[in-house]
């Protein structure tokens, strides 16, 4: 399992948590994720990519489109927990992207 953050400080925080949660299997990675370079093991099986309050949804594409270009990932699942603005970017990454989504109401917030 890996977790990509490009701050320093949250990186340093996250390391903390793995170590006093015993997460031996956590790699923290401190990067831009479009840049991160993991160390996939052969045959790593489905890789599942997810974000909250990151990006747009365009904005997420073009930054793991380069993280699976760097490493020879192909196919990710996205779990990407949207807010109200969820169909506008929808509609606004279908003009750029093909890909198939699902979505779910949101039990935290009734505009989500």
Known sequence: MFAVESDQKKCVFLEEVKRKLQLSNLNIICARVENAKLNLPAGQGKIIITAR??????????????LTKNNNISSPTLLLPKGK???????????TWDFEFKTSASIVENES
């Open 53 to 66: 309050a990151f990006a747009s949804l365009s904005d997420i594409f073009n930054y793991t489109n380069g």
């Open 85 to 95: 603005n969820a169909n506008i970017e929808l509609d606004e990454a279908k003009k």
